[in-house]
């Protein structure tokens, strides 16, 4: 069983559309995050949300905004998309913001 | 924001040699560190952690080592295989958040 799942894995789309990332944990965790990864491999926080709550609303522009419908959900969702949005994306969860992460596999975006 | 820095973005070592991967950390308050591994494709992975209340500690060929006085993590690796190709992170944890360095690219020749 996979502990944290995000999808889709690829998403291609042209700039100005509209995308969502959806992620799922079944760890029973509490607090959940989305991270973004740049060429570099350079891993910078987005969102960490704590039972719905968020609690961590970094220097992101306002065109990604995270949805926790529950604490095992943290989906992200995308407007007007740009060529400096292609990325990949990952979501992770962790036992309390004091624990370590499980990490979801990756979502690489691509804006055309 | 933190600043995590590695000292090598890139190391290439013999297989069955040890491995030594460092990362800088500049916050003193830091008081969890985690290291990670990222495979090709893949999302990070947890490998070990330590909390700032200890110099050392040790899992299953890894070893990571932490010097506050310098602000230094060490991740040593023995008898790296080929499996351990991946790019390294090393994470410090200030106040709820965790700060993730840029990350060292180890590649293992057979």
Redesign the interface.
């Known amino acids: 069983d996979t502990a944290v799942s995000q999808t889709p894995k690829y998403l291609v789309t042209q700039m100005g559309n509209d995308k969502s990332i959806k992620c799922e944990q079944n760890l029973g965790h509490d607090t959940m995050y989305w991270y973004k990864q740049d060429s570099k491999k350079f891993l910078k926080i987005m969102f960490s949300y704590n039972n719905k709550e968020l609690i961590i609303n970094e220097t992101v522009p306002n065109r990604f905004s995270p949805k926790s419908p529950d604490k095992a959900h943290l989906n992200l969702h995308i407007n007007s998309l740009e060529l400096g949005d292609s990325a990949v994306y990952f979501c992770a969860s962790s036992e309390t913001v004091n624990y370590g992460y499980t990490f979801g596999s990756g979502t690489r975006l691509t804006v055309v | 924001?933190e600043s995590v820095g590695l000292h090598l973005p890139t190391l290439s070592v013999q297989e069955g040699d040890n491995s030594i991967i460092n990362c800088a950390y500049s916050n003193s308050a830091s008081d969890?560190f985690?290291w990670?591994k990222?495979e090709s494709?893949?999302?990070?992975?947890?490998i070990i952690?330590i909390r700032s209340n200890m110099d050392k500690r040790q899992g299953q060929r890894v070893t990571v080592l932490l010097n506050k006085t310098v602000k230094h993590l060490s991740l040593q690796i023995a008898a790296t295989q080929p499996g351990d190709s991946a790019?390294y992170?090393c994470?410090d944890?200030t106040g709820?958040?965790?700060y993730?360095g840029?990350?060292t690219?180890l590649t293992v020749i057979p």
């Open positions: 924001g969890y985690i990670y990222q494709g893949k999302g990070p992975q947890f952690d790019v992170f994470a944890k709820n958040q965790f993730f840029t990350g690219s």
